[in-house]
T-cell receptor, first 116, second 117 residues
Framework: GAGVSQSPSNKVTEKGKDVELRCDPI?????LYWYRQSLGQGLEFLIY????????KSGLPSDRFSAERTGGSVSTLTIQRTQQEDSAVYLC??????????????FGPGTRLTVL | AQTVTQSQPEMSVQEAETVTLSCTYD???????LFWYKQPPSRQMILVIR??????QNATENRFSVNFQKAAKSFSLKISDSQLGDTAMYFC??????????????FGKGITLSVRP
């Protein structure tokens, strides 16, 4: 079946603009995760959704970052008033429900964000 | 909090040879999972192998196997018969077990593996 998809693949924006990044998880996966990959910080967890709720949003770096998930499927990560340090690859992953006993996360191809 | 350490930033191996990638971790958790992910230049993170901490037997997936030493908190990946397609960045990752819930991955910094023809 189809894997995790993310759009856009690449996004270039100007400092101060808002951006929205989209993630479409594997069908049937109720858990969804956002991570950020940057040269200086490596791979960092941002937020985790179970269904439409976010039990763990501890990795969001500032209040400029927010995420939502609707219908238990697609998720949008929004960065307001982008800064140059937001430049990174944003990765989305999904996994089955915890009751499945299988918690392996499957990743999308990522969105490369460049803030000029 | 958990930490994952990959101390080797780069490694190189001849095609068809065997290579071992090192990973250590620190945690106070008793039940957890460990993963190796591969990230080729295409950027797609691909699961290589997974190990449950409660299992003493080392996981194996075709040419990939792990040496899991729970007491030493070590989780190394062995790639046998290296192929050119194995060239990628490899990340070691930790996930704690949470009853009835999913949990985030904590990653190491990664190691760049180059397979030479």
């Amino acid at each position: 079946g189809a894997g995790v998809s993310q759009s856009p693949s690449n996004k270039v924006t100007e400092k101060g603009k808002d951006v929205e990044l989209r993630c479409d998880p594997i069908s049937g996966h109720t858990a969804l995760y956002w991570y950020r990959q940057s040269l200086g910080q490596g791979l960092e967890f941002l937020i985790y959704f179970q269904g439409n709720s976010a039990p763990d949003k501890s990795g969001l770096p500032s209040d400029r970052f927010s995420a939502e998930r609707t219908g238990g499927s697609v998720s949008t990560l929004t960065i307001q008033r982008t800064q140059q340090e937001d430049s990174a690859v944003y990765l989305c992953a999904s996994s089955l429900a915890p009751t499945s006993g299988v918690n392996t996360q499957y990743f999308g191809p990522g969105t490369r964000l460049t803030v000029l | 909090a958990q930490t994952v350490t990959q101390s080797q930033p780069e490694m190189s191996v001849q095609e068809a040879e065997t290579v071992t990638l090192s990973c250590t971790y620190d945690t106070s958790e008793s039940n957890y999972y460990l993963f190796w992910y591969k990230q080729p230049p295409s950027r797609q993170m691909i699961l290589v192998i997974r190990q449950e901490a409660y299992k003493q037997q080392n996981a194996t997936e075709n040419r990939f196997s792990v040496n899991f030493q729970k007491a030493a908190k070590s989780f190394s990946l062995k790639i046998s018969d290296s192929q050119l397609g194995d060239t990628a960045m490899y990340f070691c990752a930790f996930m704690k077990h949470v009853t009835g819930a999913n949990s985030k991955l904590t990653f190491g910094k990664g190691i760049t593996l180059s397979v030479r023809p």
